[in-house]
T-cell receptor, first 113, second 114 residues
Framework: GAGVSQTPSNKVTEKGKYVELRCDPISGHTALYWYRQSLGQGPEFLIYFQGTGAADDSGLPNDRFFAVRPEGSVSTLKIQRTERGDSAVYLC???????????FGPGTRLTVL | TQLLEQSPQFLSIQEGENLTVYCNSSSVFSSLQWYRQEPGEGPVLLVTVVTGGEVKKLKRLTFQFGDARKDSSLHITAAQPGDTGLYLCAGGWAGGTSYGKLTFGQGTILTVHP
């Protein structure tokens, strides 16, 4: 597809479980971003990749959150020991190396029961 | 802590009215973007402004970046029901590890009634 895709679109899990959220960026985009959006709020920055490396992970809330992008394309956001407060929509975006224009995916809605 | 404050948070108007949404910060940004988001979708970029005092127009939408690059406004003329959505401003920085990172405001939910 031409846009950013994210899977799954919805994820319901129980407190304490481990989850993985996947992002497929636009082909050729070297920069990839993860954001988290709580109900009624704007997106909150989590982490930014340039190629395979995390250029800025200052937004990750704690060590339960981890993200990888091993081949510089697909990225996975991993959350260990999920808590109810992790419930939110997790958005992924991609851009060219120097591009200000970010293209967002539809998000994954995570619900922790 | 939100570095960008948007106002108003909610706006409900009739078709044909004009409106302005404000985005204010105590920080200087190298660029300011406006996005529109519909339910179940990701934000879609409307415009990027980079120069203090810059004004950009997109059909009925007018965007302005403050002279000091700390604030911005979005003005919609003759609003239509299709303008309904969540409007987000986002500030960006140039250079270093912060390049590409955006800080978003909390958003303005606009509802335009026919």
């Amino acid at each position: 597809g031409a846009g950013v895709s994210q899977t799954p679109s919805n994820k319901v899990t129980e407190k304490g479980k481990y989850v993985e959220l996947r992002c497929d960026p636009i082909s050729g985009h070297t920069a990839l971003y993860w954001y988290r959006q709580s109900l009624g709020q704007g997106p909150e920055f989590l982490i930014y990749f340039q190629g395979t490396g995390a250029a800025d992970d200052s937004g990750l809330p704690n060590d339960r959150f981890f993200a990888v992008r091993p081949e510089g394309s697909v990225s996975t956001l991993k959350i260990q020991r999920t808590e109810r407060g992790d419930s939110a929509v997790y958005l992924c975006a991609s851009s060219t190396t120097s591009g200000r224009a970010k293209f967002f995916g539809p998000g994954t809605r995570l619900t922790v029961l | 802590t939100q570095l960008l404050e948007q106002s108003p948070q909610f706006l409900s108007i009739q078709e044909g009215e004009n409106l302005t949404v404000y985005c204010n910060s105590s920080s200087v940004f190298s660029s300011l973007q406006w996005y529109r988001q519909e339910p179940g979708e990701g934000p879609v970029l409307l415009v990027t402004v980079v120069t203090g005092g810059e004004v950009k127009k997109l059909k009925r939408l007018t965007f302005q970046f403050g002279d000091a690059r700390k604030d911005s406004s979005l003005h919609i003329t003759a609003a239509q029901p299709g303008d309904t959505g969540l409007y987000l401003c986002a500030g960006g920085w140039a250079g270093g590890t912060s390049y590409g990172k955006l800080t978003f405001g909390q958003g303005t939910i606009l509802t335009v009634h026919p």
